[in-house]
């Protein structure tokens, strides 16, 4: 400890056993309007604790009436919001410890000195301490920084909680709110905290009033603001049997991102030489989660290796698993495998070798995807396939095929899009097994006060509808007589803009209450597109080349589109069109 002589307590933190995060208030509304005490009438004292370095700090004056709050600030930056404490000074030197008892109607205050004589020197052998300031020795302190390449640097949860349940932050998940170049350090000497932020600070949106800030910006996601923060302290304090990192100074000090904790006060849930994990109870009430690392630090990363081979049969490819390394206090939660013609496999064997057989000469991209605790690792292989399986199924130009009747059959599988709002899909008994349906089972929509939500099929990838020579569509429909039923076309290409590839609306209107009827929707001369887009519109699906094969790869089915008034459903069955080069059935389990 050859630096101890350069030790000083300024804005050490205390620990405070018995701390409260809120005020003591004693409370009697019945009073009205309560005057503060004269100073004269308020005492509080100072006695000896377990050892040399504790102390009990106590209210002493007499009970007030009326609604009051009594705070001790004990002259380093700590408060004890409650009656009494117990208050830890591991250094010596001369405090103002000072009692505020506040009332609805003002607040009076007095003052004593505690004069410390002795040093705990434990204090610079707790290991915590030294690995959070790199110890006395370290005269520049130790810097920390989001492990922002990690899943969950930042996160959100409800309190009391690691703060990751709700939001858990993915590797740069925060790029561009100039957060990623901030730096907090950590010194023993002097306890100093020192926030650096290039002048910038990413905040929540409810403390973008703080004084502190300015040029405040909302870039859509809380606020960026202008701020220039000011030298700070730090202390490690256990409270109930938990470890706390406080930090205080005369601006805002906080890991980066300002979510106004409670008291500035950090539950400490790992704290080791090269990893930090800390949660605060924010001004919302939640707990928000922060994942820090020294600067300069290169975690250890998870390794997975996984290799494509071909197997010998016909078509026929292997993906093989090779776990490497996971870090200690990693884990891989599953692996799945896109072998890129619909098939997709999922595991959580990671030294499984998956098999799968194409059907269908070509080129297919294979994507192993690790999900991980510390993200996603993504590893893609090109299988090429030079001829058909011998058991492809030829391409039938002219033959209408059932993709799925909810039973026994199924070419793709049934989603639902809720369109911002409320709606689902269930596969459920045929609520009137009677000519022309008297299949089990069939898909209920339903939506509520919703406009657009839509029941939908998305053929697999590379799969895609031909309309040369058979363009009609039809899907059994049972519900209410005069609902609409509206069947389109949409291209996924395009994410989120597919509706400008969508067909016009071909609508069909129910004739008859709980009776099955046959819908047909027949796409000649049917226009797709915008025109105002500029690079997409025709005026008949079927006969452009550009629309009518290699093109469309999704069915979508609304009831009543455009009406949000009530709650409307609709039972589906039997959903077919146009055969799908090399697409199969599969009968259900």
Wanted: aromatic share 12%.
């Amino acid at each position: 400890m050859n630096n101890l002589k350069y030790l000083s307590f300024i804005g050490l933190m205390v620990f405070a056993v018995l701390f409260s995060c809120e005020p003591y208030e004693d409370t009697n509304p019945e009073l009205g309007l309560v005057a503060p005490p004269a100073e004269s009438e308020m005492d509080f004292s100072i006695t000896p604790g377990v050892d040399a370095y504790r102390f009990n700090i106590e209210m002493t004056s007499p009970s007030l009436n009326g609604i009051y709050t009594v705070t001790f600030d004990l002259g380093n930056g700590s408060k004890i919001n409650k009656k009494s404490g117990v208050a830890y000074y591991p250094l010596p030197d001369d405090y103002t410890i000072t009692m505020t008892i506040k009332t609805n109607n003002g607040s009076s205050s007095i003052s004593k000195t505690l004069t410390t004589t002795e040093t705990d020197y434990s204090l610079f052998d707790n290991p915590m301490m030294i690995a959070l300031s790199g110890g006395a020795d370290a005269l520049e302190g130790k810097t920390w920084v989001l492990d922002s390449l990690s899943q969950g640097h930042l996160g959100v949860g409800p309190a009391g909680s690691e703060g990751l349940e709700w939001w858990s932050a993915a590797p740069l998940n925060k790029s561009g709110f100039e957060i990623y170049d901030d730096k907090l350090t950590f010194k023993m000497i002097g306890f100093e905290a020192i926030y650096e932020n290039n002048g910038k600070s990413y905040v929540k949106d409810f403390r973008g009033d703080d004084p502190n800030y300015s040029n405040v910006v909302d870039p859509g996601d809380d606020l960026i603001v202008d701020y220039t923060p000011q030298p700070g302290s730090w202390m490690i304090e256990e409270d109930g049997g938990k470890m706390y990192l406080v930090l205080s100074g005369p601006t805002p000090i906080y890991p980066m991102f300002d979510t106004g904790a409670q008291g500035g006060r950090y539950e400490i849930f790992a704290l080791e030489e090269n990893f930090m994990q800390l949660a605060s109870v924010g001004g919302d009430g939640n707990a928000w989660a922060y994942r820090l690392i020294p600067e300069g630090y290169v975690p250890p990363q998870i390794e997975l290796e996984a290799n494509l081979t071909e197997t010998g049969e016909v078509n026929t490819y292997n993906v093989a698993l090779n776990v490497l390394n996971v870090p200690a206090g990693e884990s891989i939660n599953d692996v799945t495998i896109d072998f890129g013609d619909g098939t997709v496999y999922e595991t959580q064997d990671f030294n499984e070798v998956v098999s799968n057989t194409y059907m269908r000469q070509g080129s297919y991209q294979v994507t192993v995807t690790a999900n991980t605790s510390l993200g996603e690792i993504v590893h893609t292989f090109s299988a090429v396939v030079a001829a058909n399986h011998p058991d492809y199924e030829p391409f039938l130009l002219d033959a209408m095929v059932t993709y799925n009747d909810f039973s026994e059959v199924s070419m793709a599988s049934m989603n639902v899009d809720q369109a911002g709002g409320s709606a689902y899909i269930e596969v459920v008994d045929n609520p009137n097994r009677i000519y022309p349906n008297k299949s089990a089972k069939v898909l209920n929509f339903v939506k509520e006060n919703n406009e657009w939500a839509n029941a939908y099929m998305q053929l697999p990838a590379g799969y895609r509808f031909d309309l040369r020579q058979r363009h009609t569509f039809k899907v059994m429909v049972y519900g209410s007589a005069g609902d609409n039923i509206l069947l389109k076309l949409e291209n996924t290409d395009r994410g989120g803009n597919a509706w400008q590839t969508g067909t016009a609306d071909l609508i069909y209107t129910i004739q008859q209450d709980n009776t099955w009827e046959i819908a047909e929707f027949d796409f000649s001369g049917v226009s797709a597109g915008w025109d105002w887009t500029g690079d997409i519109f025709t005026g008949d699906v079927v006969a452009d080349d550009n629309f009518n094969h290699d093109f469309y790869n999704v069915v979508r089915i609304m009831v009543n589109p455009g009406d949000n008034s009530d709650v409307f459903q609709v039972y589906l069955d039997e959903l077919a069109g146009p055969h799908v080069e090399g697409l199969k059935s599969a009968t259900r389990n």
